[in-house]
Structures are given as structure tokens and as C-alpha cells.
């Protein structure tokens, strides 16, 4: 199925302290990214994909258009603690490309208006972690392409072709009861007809043979 790349604003991280600020000098463990849609208008979404920079785990948190039941303020967990580096020590995945989709979501993802990334490294190693190239994506329209394949797959009968030729045949007991009648039409001339033989014919004397000769 095709997809539409959905125009975003992403806003700058900002850092949150993890720990005691003088056992860690100050290094943030937690960044949060949030990101807008305004040009948009809610949408659902399908596919989020990124380049990952040294970040270990992400949670994503998302805020939809209210129903009357909810407010729309409400921010709500779609995605918790995602690994992306399976040991936070070591390079493994650090800088992999990575694309989430909607299955993957705790959520229905319809009627997006905001969403709120919350990265987390809490390895001391890495001084800085981020996401970069950051994508968002919905169901674009249908292709001519897939609608054919959908109709060569599911042809529809032709009924009508087939009936039309149907009544353009004439009934084959009809016509071999009228063959029967014919043959027997046939067999019946056959057994009437005289097997007399033609009397020979008398010529006149006055005729000389000569003449009724071709030479």
C-alpha cells in the first residue's frame, strides 16, 4: 500500500537530569523531542522511521482529537521503552536505521495531532544520543496499480456474453430429432425407388447405322 510523508515541525530536545547531578556531572539521561503537525490536521498514522544516535530506549507518548469521552489535552502512551541498542555499554544498534509502525503502537494511532518522544541513555558512556532523520507517514490514496491487481486477481464472471452466445445456438435435440427425421426421410426414398430396368430401344430401319456413328 502507498504512503504520504506527513510535513511535521520538530521541535528542539530538551534534556532532563537522570540521577544525582554530582555523581553523573550533569549529563542528561532523558531527552524529549515533541513534534507537530500543524499544516496536517489530525491524520492516522502508519510508519515512523529515523536513524538512531546512541539513544538505548524510546517511549513515545501521543495526543489525539478528543471524543466525548476524553479530552483532547489528554497525552496518552502509545509506545514504552522500545529498545533500540540491546546493551546501553556497547555500539550494537547505536546508529541503526529504524522504522516503527502502527501494529507496533499500545494505541490506535487515528487522529494524530501531537507527538512527544522521550529518549533514554543510561550509559555514561555516550555524551550525546538522539534520533535523526525523523519521518512520519500515513496511507496515501490507492494506486491505479493496486486496483488492477485487486481486479485481475477477483475477475468478474461473464454471464452475459456467454448467455447471448447460448441463445445464438439452436437446441441440440431440436435439431437432432430433425436430423433423424431427414435420415429417415432418406432411408424411406431409398427402399421405394423402381429397380426396373429400361427396355432397349427399337431403331428404325430407314435410319443408316452410318449416320449414328460419331466417326
Known amino acids: 500500500m502507498s504512503r504520504v510523508q506527513v510535513p511535521c515541525h520538530i521541535k528542539g530536545a530538551v534534556a532532563l537530569q537522570v540521577g544525582d547531578v554530582r555523581t553523573v556531572q550533569g549529563r542528561p539521561g532523558v531527552l524529549v523531542i515533541d513534534v507537530t503537525f ?5 491524520f492516522e498514522l502508519q510508519e515512523i522511521s529515523f536513524k538512531n544516535y546512541y539513544t538505548a ?26 529498545c533500540l541498542m540491546p546493551n546501553p555499554h556497547n555500539e550494537e ?39 535523526e532523520e525523523l519521518q512520519f507517514f500515513q496511507h496515501g490514496p490507492q494506486s491505479p ?6 481486479w485481475l486477481s477477483h475477475p468478474a464472471p461473464y454471464e452475459q456474453p456467454a448467455l447471448l452466445l447460448q441463445q445464438a445456438l439452436p437446441d441440440p435435440d431440436k435439431v437432432s430429432s430433425e436430423v433423424q427425421q431427414m435420415w429417415m426421410l432418406t432411408e424411406m426414398i431409398r427402399a421405394n425407388r423402381t429397380t426396373a430396368r429400361i ?7 430407314c435410319y443408316d447405322l452410318n449416320l449414328l456413328s460419331y466417326t
Open 145 to 150: 496499480s493496486s486496483a488492477f491487481t485487486k
Open 199 to 205: 427396355g432397349r430401344f427399337d431403331v428404325d430401319g
Open 93 to 131: 544498534g547505536a546508529q541503526d536505521y529504524v522504522s516503527l509502525y502502527k501494529h507496533q503502537m499500545l494505541c490506535d494511532m487515528e487522529k494524530v495531532l501531537e507527538l512527544r518522544l522521550i529518549l533514554r541513555q543510561p550509559s555514561p558512556l555516550w555524551l550525546n544520543f538522539t534520533l
Open 38 to 42: 500543524p499544516t496536517a490536521g489530525p
Open 57 to 82: 530506549f524510546l517511549s513515545i507518548r501521543v495526543r489525539q482529537v478528543g471524543s466525548p469521552n476524553h479530552s483532547s489535552n489528554k497525552w496518552i502512551t502509545c509506545l514504552r521503552d522500545y
